[in-house]
């Protein structure tokens, strides 16, 4: 009897198994991605909302990216061991903001409220969360708990290993081009799908 139990055992596991590995989706593969930006920047603005956003989202490129965004710009680190932004402290709090969101939301989620955020110079977390019904309570503990300077350091980290001049700056397959920056603001899909084909030998869906 207890023979032909651990058979019945063995078979149903092997069952299981096999249905699992067969309704497994297949991953796609993805082109690395890397936005290195700051909050109230006016270029980053309008690439984040006019190129990025519509790309990943309406296109439906995001299922096919592995992508970063990296909140700080063209900050640095003054001799007070302080953060100091571009566009003052209310971008260095923004910045914080958008590393906290990151820190925790996937990517989905993080690209939907700081492309929200974005449109608006002020910080609209509770109106874009509301939009798009994300809890936010995580983010909020993450602003309130910690420094503006303690959240961004991995991001200035991050940033410090790319030479950009300015932002946006844009990686592709973890490869920056100073030389291809203007048309990938201008252009990031159409210089997506490019990238993406060349790499993978596939053209995806409404890539011209």
């Given at each position: 009897m207890k023979a032909i139990l651990c058979c019945f055992l063995i078979l149903l596991c092997g069952i299981l198994e096999c249905t699992v590995t067969c309704h497994r989706v297949?991953?796609?593969?993805?082109?690395?991605?890397?936005?290195?930006?700051?909050?109230?920047?006016?270029?980053?603005?309008?690439?984040?909302?006019?190129?990025l956003n519509p790309s990943m989202v309406r296109q439906d490129?995001?299922?096919?990216?592995e992508l970063t965004l990296v909140p700080y710009g063209n900050a640095k680190v003054n001799s007070m061991g302080k953060v100091v932004c571009q566009h003052g402290m209310e971008e260095c709090e923004l910045n914080a903001w958008h590393a906290c969101i990151l820190e925790?939301?996937?990517?989905?989620?993080?690209?939907?409220?700081?492309?929200?955020?974005?449109?608006?110079?002020?910080?609209?977390?509770?109106?874009?969360?509301?939009?798009y019904s994300i809890n936010v309570t995580a983010v909020k503990d993450c602003k309130k708990s910690r420094s503006v300077d303690d959240i961004l350091q991995k991001y200035g980290e991050d940033s410090s290993k790319v030479a950009y001049r300015g932002v946006p700056a844009v990686t592709i397959d973890n490869v920056y081009d100073d030389d291809e920056q203007e048309n990938i603001s201008e252009n990031f899909d159409v210089?997506?799908?490019?990238?993406?084909?060349?790499?993978?030998n596939k053209k995806l869906r409404n890539c011209k």
């Open positions: 297949p991953q796609s593969d993805k082109l690395p991605v890397t936005l290195y930006y700051e909050a109230l920047c006016p270029y980053c603005m309008e690439f984040v909302t006019d190129q490129r995001l299922a096919f990216t925790h939301h996937n990517i989905t989620n993080s690209l939907k409220l700081i492309a929200c955020m974005m449109r608006s110079r002020k910080n609209k977390l509770d109106e874009c969360s509301s939009h210089v997506f799908c490019a990238k993406y084909e060349a790499k993978f």
